[in-house]
């Protein structure tokens, strides 16, 4: 347990420090380039996410949860698929780009997708010494690595905008970011290399594991990227620049929620017997509570909060940040729960729920973007999420770690402090409708 907290610091700290770098980096951009920009990233962030959790094969998971976690030989096959994955991945979004542009009527996603998709070659090389530390809840390193490289690419970035004002900076300083990680954590983050193996047992192994992973990450796609991948369809470029720079500053107490349950909630688990649970409980209050009151701030601050730091282009974006944090805190309250299925092997459960859970996301916020507009694509992810918080209980029960008191207790101080959020930003919340 002191272990966990040591590395939750770390990641919160990490993280912490990232979004810190990303949001003085976005609030450079936006000045030096132009909504419609952050639009077409926004698409084709959708594509490289989507080809990535369309082929996830779980090795992250399998080499945390894994008896042969530590074996080189393990080690070795797992990156050897990683790394035939990631060419395979290129060679995909090189042959997709065509038609995802005739789609969404982009001809610039022809030229800037095969680009922006060298990340996926370049991160199959990443060492397996990464996972590794993960596995051990060795995050300091790799949280200053991370950080090195991300201020690399976002230097890239904005040295690109002052010199060519165009939306191919952002594109190349992302395969630059990519390019920083591999070379750093090469050289720098401990551990021995990695060669290219294929064990038949490690093989044998990583796919009967990962099978369940593959089909999981294929609806989390779904989860976590259809609200752009559908909105922009019906929105404009300007329109999805807009809800991107909302959706920036509301993701972030979900995403850190995500980087650190993703990270140490297995190893936790996998260690924890019953003398350990007081301390779980604990540990789940403070992780799910804290997240909640950055959503409440965000709900409640959100206005302002775009006001002081964009210019008057992206004002709309701050009723989109009060929806999308109202929308979201159903989903921080049960974030802690379904690590528990992969720490015990069971992904085959796991699947089941993601593939309830953004079923009933996606299918809501659909609905709604088609009958109202964004507003109503923002109210259908809210209740999609709130329904699919009974998947997640499903799955809880299964592994005996819920906890309906912790539930209760954050859905009151959700319901309360959302209705205050609404109150007190109805006029722009309202405003919405007339816009989008």
Excluded at 33 to 43: D, H, I, K, R, W
Excluded at 201 to 228: C, H, N, Y
Aim: net charge positive; hydrophobic share 55%; glycine share 10%.
């Amino acid at each position: 347990m002191a272990r966990a907290l040591r590395s939750t610091s770390w990641i919160v700290l990490g993280y912490g420090g990232a979004q810190a770098v990303r949001l003085a980096s976005n609030l450079i951009l936006t000045r030096l380039l132009f909504p419609e920009a952050f639009g077409l990233m926004a698409l084709i962030q959708v594509v490289i996410v989507g080809l990535t959790l369309f082929s996830d094969v779980g090795i992250a998971p399998s080499i945390a949860q894994s008896k042969r976690g530590d074996d080189r030989d393990f080690l070795d096959t797992a990156w050897t698929i990683q790394t035939i994955r990631g060419l395979g991945l290129w060679l995909a979004a090189c042959a997709l780009a065509g038609p995802i542009a005739g789609f969404y009527n982009e001809p610039l996603l022809l030229t800037y997708l095969p680009i922006a998709a060298l990340t996926l070659v370049i991160s199959g090389f990443n060492p397996t010494r990464i996972e590794t530390a993960h596995r051990h809840l060795q995050m300091g390193p790799l949280t200053l690595l991370d950080l090195t490289s991300q201020v690399i690419g976002i230097v890239v970035m904005i040295i690109g905008a002052l010199l060519y004002q165009s939306v191919a900076t952002l594109v190349v300083g992302a395969v630059v970011g990519a390019l920083a990680k591999l070379a750093l954590t090469h050289a720098f983050l401990p551990g021995p290399g990695n060669r290219f193996r294929l064990e038949r047992p490690a093989v044998q192994e990583l796919v009967s594991f990962g099978k369940w992973i593959f089909l999981s990450t294929m609806f989390w796609f779904f989860a976590s990227q259809g609200d752009r991948a559908i909105l922009g369809k019906f929105l404009s470029l300007e329109g999805l620049g807009i809800y991107n720079i909302g959706y920036f500053l509301a993701s972030f107490p979900l995403l850190l929620g995500q980087n650190v349950t993703g990270r140490v909630m297995i190893p936790i688990y996998r260690e924890a017997n019953s003398g350990d649970y007081p301390k779980l409980r604990r540990m789940r209050y403070g992780l799910s509570g804290g997240l909640l009151a950055l959503l409440v701030v965000m709900a409640l601050a959100g206005p302002w909060l775009v006001s002081v730091l964009y210019d008057s282009r992206y004002l709309q974006s701050g009723a989109i940040l009060v929806m999308l944090a109202l929308a979201l805190m159903p989903q921080v309250i049960g974030m802690t729960y379904d690590q528990a299925a992969l720490a015990a092997g069971d992904s085959r459960r796991f699947f089941i729920s993601s593939a309830l859970r953004a079923s009933l996301q996606i299918g809501m916020l659909l609905g709604g973007v088609i009958y109202a507009g964004l507003p109503g694509a923002l109210i259908g992810m809210g209740v999609g999420m709130l329904l699919s918080h009974l998947a997640l209980i499903w799955l809880a029960r299964a592994h005996g770690v819920w906890d309906a008191r912790h539930d209760m207790t954050l859905a009151v101080l959700a319901l309360a402090f959302g209705a205050l959020a609404l109150w007190l930003h109805w006029d722009r919340v309202l405003g919405l409708s007339a816009t989008f």
